[in-house]
């Protein structure tokens, strides 16, 4: 019997029985973003994009994988196309949309090999001008990166019946169909917020799912405090408002539209601290195991609008003057992206008294693991982690960790994100306990290990 090292918090066995149910999807990590944010993140045309966002998304993603935009949230519905119009009065959820704005994002969307769903304004009731920038986005779209189109933002916050909603939908789906540039083009939703109105997806869904490439929704663990965020309460709520939409569109057919921790912009000490890129990486992991096909990150930044005096505390990071900024969240991405196009294999984990560690493990056809350990025990909650898995030989270390739950500044193997974007880290090589399958290792409080095992 392995005798633990001192300060033992957790013990986590994989099986290694042959992994089932499908793959993580290849297109599962995905960032969703303010329409007021894309010519300060992309750039102002496709000759112009902001190249550190796009090494940035390029970081986030294998190259045998793809991320997804997501263009939307509260300004979906307040942003109006305008094909000769000004972005010089924009505001942080209303504007003008250019086509500048449109080729900027196509062109990034390229570069960095991700796709994207287009949000339509579907508030102002406007089917003819939703059409034409659709067919504007049809042209700009040279290389296919267009996943569908999404029409609307939380409809169910002014549209209070599902059959007004579904009457509007109907016109704009008319709409689209009218012309050779987008009839039978695919569409998304409903985007409903918290998935307290699934009636509105099984409604769009029944309707158009033969073009649809899955419904939307978004969700918000909404903690006032980072202890509440840390709690298995806060995953297994997530795992109620999945099922329930599981019950309206079928397992395997929603995506995560926009999902963080805080709604409102966040909460400082809360949504920008280490422990929410614990929270975050477990939310997408769990959310994953469900069979949820995608979970778009939600961002925005207030600083590009003074006068409104806003602040997002929740982005995973920032874009500033044509460089980029981290913040806790974005290092959870980083990590996450070992797991798309891989199957979970099960994992059994046994906590010592008071802490709360948490363990998935992934593993792809070459038959290599890749564990994904969460210390979320909270403060003052670090020690020893023995992973015990199906073989023996080296593993490697890839440890995500700050000064703490609150650090503002976690970092990957001690590696910080560079201005330009580019993200590399390397792991440290580790060998098992003598004679075992078995990897002993030190995790911080509100740390992530990820390791990868022969």
């Known amino acids: 019997m392995t005798v633990p090292l001192p300060g033992h918090i957790a013990d986590s066995t994989i099986s290694s029985q042959a992994p089932t149910g499908s793959p993580v999807p290849i297109t599962y990590q995905g960032l969703s973003i303010e329409w007021s944010m894309v010519e300060h993140w992309f750039g102002t045309s496709a000759a112009t994009v902001i190249v550190p966002f796009v090494n940035l998304l390029t970081s986030l993603r294998r190259t045998d994988t793809s991320g997804v935009l997501r263009i939307g949230g509260n300004s979906q519905d307040g942003y109006v196309w305008n094909p000769s119009g000004s972005t010089a009065g924009n505001q942080l959820f209303s504007g003008t949309i250019t086509p500048g704005m449109v080729d900027a994002l196509f062109e990034v969307a390229r570069r960095a090999g991700w796709r994207v769903i287009f949000g339509l304004n579907l508030a102002g009731d406007d089917p003819t001008l939703a059409a034409a920038l659709a067919q504007y986005v049809r042209g700009a779209d040279t290389t296919g990166q267009l996943l569908g189109f999404e029409l609307g933002n939380e409809p169910n916050g002014y549209l209070t019946t599902v059959d007004a909603y579904m009457a509007r939908i109907g016109r704009y789906v008319a709409a689209l169909d009218a012309s050779p540039a987008t009839v039978g083009v695919p569409i998304t939703g409903p985007a409903i917020s918290e998935n307290a109105d699934v009636a509105y997806a099984a409604a769009l869904w029944n309707a158009y799912s033969a073009r649809m490439p899955f419904a939307t929704w978004h969700d918000y663990a909404n903690s006032p405090n980072l202890a509440g965020l840390l709690t298995t309460a806060k995953i297994d709520e997530l795992g109620q408002r999945i099922t329930a939409m599981d019950g309206a569109v079928g397992v395997g057919h929603s995506r995560m539209g926009e999902g963080n921790s805080v ?82 294999v099960g994992v059994q984990t046994s906590n010592a008294s008071g802490q709360l560690v948490r363990t998935w493990a992934l593993r792809d056809p070459s038959g290599r693991t890749y564990a994904f350990v969460i210390n979320k025990g909270g403060a003052g909650k670090a020690g020893t982690v023995g992973l015990t898995g199906p073989r023996t030989g080296t593993a490697f270390l890839n440890l995500l960790a700050s000064g703490g739950c609150s650090g503002k500044d976690p970092l990957i193997e001690g590696v910080r994100l560079p201005a330009n974007g580019t993200y590399t880290w390397t792991g440290r090589a580790i060998a098992p306990v003598s004679g075992t399958t078995r990897f002993e290792f030190t995790l911080p409080e509100c740390s992530v290990a990820l390791v990868s095992l022969p």
């Not at 601290?273 to 925005?300: K, P, Y």
């Open 263 to 344: 709604g409102s912009g966040g909460i400082d000490g809360v949504s920008n601290v280490a422990g929410a890129g614990c929270w975050l990486i477990d939310a997408m992991l769990s959310a994953a195991f469900r069979g949820e096909a995608g979970w778009n990150t939600h961002s925005w930044d207030g600083f590009y609008y003074p006068a409104e005096g806003r602040t997002c505390w929740y982005t995973p990071f920032v874009v500033r003057d044509g460089q980029v900024s981290p913040r806790p969240p974005f290092y959870a991405m980083a990590l996450f992206k070992f797991a798309p196009g891989r199957r979970f």
